[in-house]
């Protein structure tokens, strides 16, 4: 780099152009989704089955609906804030993170379907937070 020159990283993702970036970004948001209304309309059936309480199954599932229309939402722009879409791959990885400590912790007391359910989904939430950082860097070039 010459002297006195400045590199400036793009403030904004070019998702349209990106199809990497889109395409995890609406599998997650359509995933999240899809998994919160069935933590919201079977809580008592999964937890059951899970060994979860529902009084973290209705709370979850609804920030996962929530969080799902978001990423939809920002799936869909032309271009979005490189911020959003970091934003959106740290949440992934504290939500991966915190599934594993959950999961080691034997927190709420799962049943062995529900520690491999949280692992399975903190590994597919890793692999697609790796996935749209992947896409974002692609975004800002």
């Not at 869909?76 to 599934?99: F, K, M, Q, Y």
């Amino acid at each position: 780099m010459a002297t006195g020159t400045v590199r400036h990283t793009p403030a904004v993702a070019r998702i349209r152009e990106t199809p990497l970036l889109r395409w995890t970004l609406e599998l997650d948001g359509v995933a999240n989704v899809l998994i919160g209304l069935a933590y919201v309309l079977a809580a008592g059936w999964i937890g059951d089955q899970l060994g979860l309480p529902t009084a973290l199954l209705y709370p979850t599932g609804a920030f996962m609906i929530a969080a799902g229309a978001v990423l939809v939402a920002v799936s869909t722009r032309r271009e979005a804030p490189a911020l959003w879409v970091g934003a959106i791959v740290v949440l992934n990885l504290v939500w991966a993170i915190d599934s594993v400590i959950v999961a080691a912790a034997g927190w709420f007391d799962p049943t062995t379907a529900g520690t491999v359910w949280i692992l399975l989904q903190a590994g597919v939430v890793a692999v697609l937070g790796a996935l749209e950082w992947a896409g974002l860097n692609q975004a800002r070039r």
